[in-house]
């Protein structure tokens, strides 16, 4: 998602001043400014940089201590992407560094280092059924997973959520399909065979996934023309049985984990100021917030993890990762990843014989471990910046404009500030084991960051068809040749989650967005990887962010080169 909805605070009178703040966007006419800003934009003019009008787009009420937020002069630490939690690498390796205050203290970047350890590595206990060996083989690099090369090449850091159109769990293939499975006496994990698992009663994966693109196109209001591939999902070899009545596929690419530490210590509060479920500003955007209970603790807390928002902490987040794409049991998820019906699954599982650490394949230290890791990894800095005359490039500054303008930061919200930063549930953890105390993580706290997101659901519209269908696209009902096929329009998935529907995604986060092809040269945007640029994720918005994707198409070129400069320089 890269555009939204407008702002919301806490107090009447902040609503009021955003709202006419808002109003005043050059975009739409008008203009408010002080003498202050005024002298601002007169400066800038001087200097030859082209800017707006706007000044005080909005004011965050939360933001303890923080001036207001201007559209035409960045924050002075705006290049910092998260405070003193910004790794100044930006090259392949800028998703994967501690955060600088964890590198200068031994203790704890050693159980970082440990943690990278774990997180890279394969485990013990490896199934039965799952979609990669390991966290780094479907976070490349901490960063985004990537889209098979050709239909013969199995999902390995993406995978195909399960479900009907009312949000239950399919019976037999519970809420994933894992294209992996493991045959006892073969040493490589195995595909799906049709019926394999009920005719030779062996754990086969439980069913094969894959991804076709049609060709559509279209054109700014400039006559510049554009493509845009739209994925159409298939599924064979089904070998546990049919699936659900009704039955919808979510398409997932594996999403970076840099900054989760932050995001994590973001105030519940200040994200649910943001929240306006009903449109009581009748702006057109309705973000709200999604709530889970947390697994250990049982609190209810905001759900800020996970592309629909289903999980409330990082902990609960690689607990459910590990079992639910590896395979690996934990104590927070203890329950192999077979379902009842699924009876070759649970026979596999019984010739497991390493569940030494209190009856799951991985221990609580390495959890807390990789835990820990995952909540430290730092956010790589802005470019464009030069910190010797403290300048922007121009077409950033410009681009920023268009960011505003088109009222993108309305849902990709630009800054927060952190509060407090707990230790893990599990306890302090060190190279050998756990304590029973908590010690706050301070390197996360009380920093300002620029993560462009509210972490709330908004309604993206579209719709979703599932088919059964032959290879020359012929009905069928039944049998081995018999393929399931999900068209959707538009970025819907048509299968709810947690608190979210079938249209609704949690508004990702933007820091870091211009390195993702850095890092990894073959990923692509949004949730199902289906843009293969930036720009083609910003003509894929609709729903709640129609009106900034109709904003990008009336741009002219170089507005619209300057706004993707901006967002590549995040």
Aim: proline letters at 4%.
């Amino acid at each position: 998602m890269l555009g939204c909805r407008g702002t919301e605070v806490t107090h009447s009178f902040n609503k009021l001043f955003i709202l006419l703040a808002l109003s005043s966007l050059s975009a739409c006419g008008g203009s408010s400014q002080s003498d202050s800003d005024n002298q601002n934009q007169n400066n800038a003019s001087d200097n030859g940089e082209q800017v707006s009008n706007d000044t005080h787009a909005f004011n965050i009420s939360v933001e303890d201590g923080l001036d207001p937020l201007l559209t035409n002069k960045p924050d002075d630490s705006e290049h910092l992407s998260a405070g003193l939690a910004t790794t100044n690498i930006i090259d392949n390796n800028a998703y994967s560094k501690a955060i600088p205050a964890i590198v200068e203290t031994p203790q704890l970047d050693a159980v970082f280092k440990a943690g990278d350890h774990t997180f890279r590595g394969n485990h013990d206990g490896q199934g039965p059924l799952f979609n990669n060996t390991s966290c780094q083989g479907c976070h490349i690099k901490d960063g985004r997973g990537q889209v098979p090369a050709s239909i013969d090449e199995p999902m390995m850091s993406m995978f195909l959520r399960v479900g009907d159109n009312l949000g239950n769990v399919d019976p037999i293939y519970g809420d994933q399909i894992q294209v992996f499975g493991t045959v006892e006496g073969q040493s490589t994990a195995v595909l799906a065979k049709y019926r394999g698992a009920l005719d030779e009663g062996l754990a086969y994966a439980e069913a094969y996934t894959w991804v076709e693109y049609e060709t559509i196109t279209g054109s700014f209001a400039d006559g510049q023309s554009y493509e845009l591939r739209k994925p159409i999902y298939k599924i064979k070899d089904l070998a546990y049985g049919e699936f659900m009545e009704n039955v919808q596929f979510s398409p997932r690419v594996t999403p970076h984990v840099y900054g989760s530490g932050l995001l994590e210590s973001i105030p519940q509060q200040s994200l649910l100021a943001y929240e306006d479920p009903n449109d009581n500003d009748k702006d057109g955007i309705s973000g709200r917030a999604a709530f889970t209970t947390h697994p250990v603790t049982g609190e209810r807390q905001i759900a800020r993890f996970g592309q629909k928002a289903v999980t409330g902490s990082v902990l609960q987040q690689i607990s459910g990762a590990y079992r639910g794409d590896m395979g690996i049991t934990n104590t927070i998820n203890p329950d192999e990843p077979c379902t009842e019906a699924q009876e070759a699954c649970i026979a596999q599982a019984a010739l497991e014989n390493n569940k030494h650490h209190d009856g799951v394949d991985l221990n609580n230290v390495d959890l807390a471990q990789v835990e820990f890791y995952n909540r430290t990894l730092a956010v790589p800095k802005r470019r464009g910046f030069e910190a010797s005359t403290q300048t922007w490039q121009a077409d950033i500054l410009v681009g920023r404009e268009q960011f505003y303008a088109a009222k993108c930061h309305a849902c990709h919200v630009p800054r927060h500030k952190t509060g407090v930063a707990p230790g893990s549930v599990l306890g302090d953890v060190d190279l050998v084991g756990l304590s029973e105390s908590r010690t706050n993580i301070t390197a996360l706290e009380q920093q300002v960051i620029y993560p462009y997101t509210d972490l709330l659901l908004h309604d993206m519209g579209g719709s979703c068809r599932v088919t059964k269908e032959l290879a020359d696209g012929q009905s069928c009902t039944q049998g081995q040749q018999c393929i399931y096929v999900q068209r959707c329009e538009g970025l819907a998935d048509g299968r709810p989650e947690g608190d979210a529907t079938g249209t609704e995604w949690k508004t990702p986060a933007l820091w870091g967005l211009g390195l993702v092809q850095t890092v990894n040269p073959k990923a692509t945007f949004l949730h199902d990887g289906r843009a293969r640029t930036i720009q083609e994720a910003i003509l894929w918005h609709d729903g709640e962010a129609k009106a900034s994707q109709q904003a990008f198409i009336n741009m002219d070129k170089v507005q619209r080169s300057a706004l993707l400069a901006f967002l590549g320089s995040l």
